[in-house]
């Protein structure tokens, strides 16, 4: 029995509990390693109970988004060691990831992408990942912490998972040394933002792996439309650029998982956790109405 009552969208009898919806919704309230600001632990919640208040017709599509999800019960997260709870969270996705559905985890903080990617490589084989993101996180250690939100694309690399950087505005000497030594993928927000056209979309979307995990750092997004996140840096990117490459990137390759990490609620706005959920039902749709186009039948 689901014992969590924050479910994503208004409920659904047919699908909000049911294992074989095609969309799968995992909260990760997990926050251990954030240094600055702190509050992510509570977002899944309010991401789920934002999401209540999105409209079921898209506006670039315009018709119903149609989505049938499922929301799992949120990740335990207190009380027990990190390692215990990536375990946790690396079992759920595989599980929610069977038979190709597609899986939405709403974090916490950016350390659980790495047992979610993981697991989509344990059950997809070859992909690649895309990082949305101020920040490349691909330090070795943090605050003598291995798994610190700080290293989660350094432990990513390590098994063997391509990334691409995209939205980088703030990094520290080690990783950019690292950078030019393995001649990563990195796309600075500064480039992005002057780009005039969508064309470097389609350049990154070829340089990936037919399956694509997406990883979305609400600090991608500038802080004037996403202030709550740990490290808001200025100079992000807009609300319309973020879905642009989402929407281009479904229509390329095959997105098979998703995260949206590091959001803090404020006591201010509703305008954060409101922001993620739009943000996870565009994707989810841009996911349904791509392999409704690659089928070749109408929308
Ligand atoms: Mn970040």
């Known amino acids: 029995m689901n014992a969590y009552h924050h479910h994503f969208l208004e409920y659904d009898a047919k699908n909000t509990h049911n294992p074989r919806a095609p969309f799968a919704v995992l909260p990760i309230p997990y926050e251990r390693s954030v240094c600055y600001g702190r509050g992510t632990a509570k977002a899944p919640a309010a991401i789920l109970d934002a999401s209540i208040q999105t409209e079921l017709f898209d506006d670039e599509f315009f018709c119903p988004q149609g989505l049938r999800v499922q929301t799992l019960p949120a990740i335990p997260c207190r009380g027990i060691s990190a390692g215990k709870i990536f375990t946790r969270i690396r079992r759920t996705a595989e599980s929610a990831l069977h038979s190709g559905r597609f899986l939405m985890s709403l974090g916490g903080e950016h350390s ?69 030594r393995r001649h990563l993928n990195v796309h600075w927000a500064r480039e992005i933002l002057a780009a005039k056209s969508d064309q470097w979309i389609d350049t990154l979307a070829a340089g990936m792996k037919n399956k694509v995990y997406i990883s979305i750092d609400a600090d991608v997004l500038d802080p004037s439309i996403m202030p709550g996140t740990g490290t808001p840096e200025p100079g992000g990117l807009s609300w319309q650029t973020v879905l642009r490459i989402l929407r281009r990137l479904c229509l390329k390759r095959t997105v098979i998982a998703a995260d949206i990490v590091e959001v803090i609620p404020l006591p201010s706005t509703p305008l954060c956790e409101y922001a993620a959920a739009k943000l996870a039902l565009k994707l989810m749709t841009y996911v349904s109405k791509s392999a409704i186009v690659k089928s070749g039948a109408e929308l």
């Open 112 to 180: 659980i992408t790495f047992p979610l990617v993981a697991a989509a490589q344990a059950v997809h084989k070859e992909i690649s990942v895309l990082s949305l993101d101020a920040h490349l996180d691909l330090r070795d250690s943090y605050k003598n912490n291995r798994f610190s939100h700080a290293c989660v694309f350094r432990r990513v690399m390590e098994i063997n998972v391509p990334v691409a950087h995209v939205g980088i505005r703030s990094l520290c000497r080690e990783e950019y040394d690292l950078v030019k």
